[in-house]
Nanobody, 118 residues
Framework: VHLLESGGGLVQAGGSLTLSCAASGQPFGSNIMGWFRQAPGKEREFVAR????????DYADSVKGRFTISRDNAKNTMYLQMNKMKPEDTAVYSCAVRPDWTTDYVYWGPGTQVTVSS
Protein backbone atom coordinates (compact mmCIF):
# COMPACT_ATOMS: atom_id res chain seq x y z
CA VAL A 1 0.00 0.00 0.00
CA HIS A 2 1.32 3.41 -0.97
CA LEU A 3 -0.02 6.70 0.34
CA LEU A 4 0.85 10.18 -0.83
CA GLU A 5 -0.45 13.41 0.65
CA SER A 6 -0.73 16.70 -1.19
CA GLY A 7 -2.26 20.12 -0.70
CA GLY A 8 -0.26 21.40 2.22
CA GLY A 9 1.02 24.96 2.38
CA LEU A 10 0.82 28.30 4.11
CA VAL A 11 -2.54 29.85 4.98
CA GLN A 12 -3.65 32.76 7.13
CA ALA A 13 -5.68 32.21 10.27
CA GLY A 14 -9.34 31.90 9.39
CA GLY A 15 -8.52 30.54 5.97
CA SER A 16 -9.07 27.16 4.35
CA LEU A 17 -6.99 24.38 2.88
CA THR A 18 -7.79 20.97 1.43
CA LEU A 19 -5.47 18.02 1.77
CA SER A 20 -5.59 14.94 -0.44
CA CYS A 21 -4.29 11.43 0.19
CA ALA A 22 -3.94 9.21 -2.85
CA ALA A 23 -3.82 5.50 -2.05
CA SER A 24 -2.73 2.59 -4.20
CA GLY A 25 -1.76 -1.02 -3.83
CA GLN A 26 -4.81 -2.86 -2.53
CA PRO A 27 -8.60 -2.75 -2.31
CA PHE A 28 -9.90 -0.52 0.47
CA GLY A 29 -13.39 -1.89 0.94
CA SER A 30 -12.94 -2.84 4.58
CA ASN A 31 -10.37 -0.38 5.70
CA ILE A 32 -10.35 2.70 7.84
CA MET A 33 -8.34 5.68 6.69
CA GLY A 34 -7.29 8.49 8.95
CA TRP A 35 -5.57 11.84 9.15
CA PHE A 36 -3.02 12.55 11.87
CA ARG A 37 -0.83 15.55 12.58
CA GLN A 38 2.35 16.29 14.47
CA ALA A 39 3.44 19.74 15.54
CA PRO A 40 7.07 20.52 16.41
CA GLY A 41 7.94 19.19 19.85
CA LYS A 42 4.61 17.43 20.24
CA GLU A 43 3.37 13.90 19.84
CA ARG A 44 1.42 12.83 16.81
CA GLU A 45 -2.31 13.24 17.32
CA PHE A 46 -5.43 11.89 15.69
CA VAL A 47 -7.39 14.35 13.54
CA ALA A 48 -10.12 12.41 11.75
CA ARG A 49 -10.96 9.02 10.27
CA UNK A 50 -13.34 7.62 7.72
CA UNK A 51 -14.69 4.11 7.27
CA UNK A 52 -13.99 3.42 3.64
CA UNK A 53 -17.02 1.20 2.98
CA UNK A 54 -19.73 3.03 4.94
CA UNK A 55 -18.38 6.57 4.86
CA UNK A 56 -18.81 6.96 8.61
CA UNK A 57 -16.55 9.56 10.20
CA ASP A 58 -15.00 10.54 13.53
CA TYR A 59 -13.18 13.72 14.50
CA ALA A 60 -10.93 14.99 17.25
CA ASP A 61 -12.68 17.55 19.42
CA SER A 62 -10.13 20.18 18.41
CA VAL A 63 -11.22 20.10 14.76
CA LYS A 64 -14.89 19.14 15.03
CA GLY A 65 -17.04 21.61 13.15
CA ARG A 66 -14.08 23.03 11.22
CA PHE A 67 -12.60 20.04 9.37
CA THR A 68 -14.39 17.59 7.09
CA ILE A 69 -13.01 14.22 6.02
CA SER A 70 -14.28 12.56 2.86
CA ARG A 71 -13.29 10.00 0.27
CA ASP A 72 -13.70 9.22 -3.40
CA ASN A 73 -13.96 5.46 -3.74
CA ALA A 74 -13.41 5.48 -7.48
CA LYS A 75 -10.17 7.41 -7.13
CA ASN A 76 -9.00 5.70 -3.91
CA THR A 77 -8.44 9.19 -2.55
CA MET A 78 -9.22 10.69 0.83
CA TYR A 79 -9.58 14.38 1.55
CA LEU A 80 -9.43 16.70 4.53
CA GLN A 81 -11.20 20.02 4.08
CA MET A 82 -9.91 22.42 6.71
CA ASN A 83 -11.84 25.63 7.40
CA LYS A 84 -11.53 28.40 9.98
CA MET A 85 -7.95 27.41 10.49
CA LYS A 86 -6.00 28.43 13.57
CA PRO A 87 -2.27 28.81 14.22
CA GLU A 88 -2.47 25.75 16.45
CA ASP A 89 -3.42 23.69 13.39
CA THR A 90 0.18 24.12 12.18
CA ALA A 91 1.71 20.65 11.83
CA VAL A 92 2.83 17.95 9.45
CA TYR A 93 -0.32 16.14 8.36
CA SER A 94 -0.13 12.47 7.46
CA CYS A 95 -2.67 10.01 6.17
CA ALA A 96 -2.75 6.40 7.25
CA VAL A 97 -4.61 3.15 6.60
CA ARG A 98 -5.89 0.76 9.22
CA PRO A 99 -6.54 -2.60 7.52
CA ASP A 100 -9.47 -4.68 8.69
CA TRP A 101 -7.16 -7.35 10.13
CA THR A 102 -5.64 -5.10 12.80
CA THR A 103 -6.47 -2.24 15.14
CA ASP A 104 -3.29 -0.39 14.19
CA TYR A 105 -2.65 2.09 11.43
CA VAL A 106 -0.12 0.14 9.43
CA TYR A 107 0.47 2.16 6.29
CA TRP A 108 1.53 5.80 6.40
CA GLY A 109 2.21 8.56 3.92
CA PRO A 110 5.29 10.78 4.17
CA GLY A 111 3.25 13.79 5.33
CA THR A 112 2.64 17.33 4.13
CA GLN A 113 3.40 20.55 5.99
CA VAL A 114 0.55 22.87 6.91
CA THR A 115 1.40 26.26 8.37
CA VAL A 116 -1.20 28.70 9.65
CA SER A 117 0.00 32.25 10.20
CA SER A 118 -1.61 34.53 12.76
Amino acid sequence: VHLLESGGGLVQAGGSLTLSCAASGQPFGSNIMGWFRQAPGKEREFVARIYWKSGGTDYADSVKGRFTISRDNAKNTMYLQMNKMKPEDTAVYSCAVRPDWTTDYVYWGPGTQVTVSS
